[in-house]
C-alpha cells in the first residue's frame, strides 16, 4: 500500500503545501480562494507532481483515496499553524476588523482545537474526492490508449 518513504514524503509535501496556503487568506480578497484550493486542489496537485517525479508509478485507486485523505488532513493543519498566529498578530497589532474571530478564538482556546479536527476531517474528505477523480480520469486514459 504506502510505505513510511512516501508517507514522510507526503506529510511534509502536504505542510508545505498548507502552509503557502495559510498565507493567501491574509489578502481578503483570496481568502474564498484559499479555502477552496485547501479543501479540493491539495491532493490532485500532489498526486500529478508525484508522478511527475515518479514517486507513485501508478494510479492505484486505494493508494489515490489514502494519499488524497493524508494530504487533505495534513494541508489542514499545516494551514491552521500558518494562517491562525499570523492572523493573530495582525488583528493585535492593526487592529484590523476582519480578524477579530480570531482574537475570540484564541481567547477560548477549547474551541480551535476541535474546530482544527473536524476541519482537517472535512479536508481529508474532500480531498480524497478529488483524488479519485484524478485517478479515475487517469485510469479512464489508459484504457483508451490501450
Request: proline share 3%; net charge positive; aromatic share 18%.
Amino acid at each position: 500500500m504506502i510505505n513510511k518513504e512516501l508517507l514522510k514524503v507526503l506529510s511534509i509535501f502536504s505542510i508545505i503545501i498548507g502552509a503557502i496556503l495559510g498565507v493567501l487568506p491574509l489578502i481578503p480578497a483570496l481568502t474564498g480562494i484559499a479555502f477552496f484550493l485547501l479543501l479540493f486542489i491539495v491532493s490532485p496537485f500532489i498526486l500529478i507532481y508525484f508522478k511527475h517525479i515518479k514517486i507513485i508509478e501508478d494510479y492505484n485507486m486505494e493508494k489515490c483515496l489514502i494519499i488524497g485523505a493524508i494530504s487533505g488532513a495534513i494541508a489542514c493543519v499545516g494551514f491552521t499553524l500558518i494562517y491562525f498566529p499570523i492572523a493573530f498578530i495582525l488583528q493585535l497589532i492593526f487592529k484590523i476588523n476582519s480578524f477579530i474571530w480570531i482574537k475570540v478564538l484564541f481567547t477560548n482556546i477549547g474551541f480551535v482545537i476541535p474546530m482544527v479536527f473536524f476541519t482537517s476531517i472535512i479536508s481529508a474528505i474532500s480531498n480524497s474526492f478529488s483524488a479519485f477523480l484524478i485517478a479515475y480520469y487517469f485510469e479512464f486514459i489508459k484504457q483508451n490508449k490501450q
